[in-house]
């Protein structure tokens, strides 16, 4: 499966705000140098997941972090170029179920890119959850 480039990230995300009868998935594989990085940081292996952005979280975002909504654009370099990478482990507020994710982390001039909640699904899938920048 191919990695989407910027472009095809960002159609996305403009089609998620501007229609919010669009309900997709934008599933692709992760960089090769990604998987590499994270088995040897933190001993996870990511060799059969999938990364995906949903159009619910591309909504979820933009509410709660509307200024960082153009950073969704960036995720492969992101996932590719991240300073510090590590594991989260929260409570589901719903069913009270341990989430595991991945919490990457970017540094863009002055400001650091936090990807929360990237997270881990059995079905192999790594799934994005929230965005936001922080000084």
Known sequence: ??????????????????????????????????IVRIKEILYFYLTLYLGVISSHSVRHIKRGHPDDLDYICEIMEILQKFSRVEKSITKDHKTGASLVSLVF????ENNTIKLVKLKIHREKRLELKTLFVKG
């Open 1 to 34: 499966m191919p990695q989407p480039t910027r472009e095809e990230i960002c159609t996305f995300v403009e089609e998620s705000i501007t229609n919010r009868q669009f309900n997709e998935e934008l599933i692709f594989s992760l960089p090769a140098k990604t």
């Open 105 to 108: 982390y970017k540094k863009y």
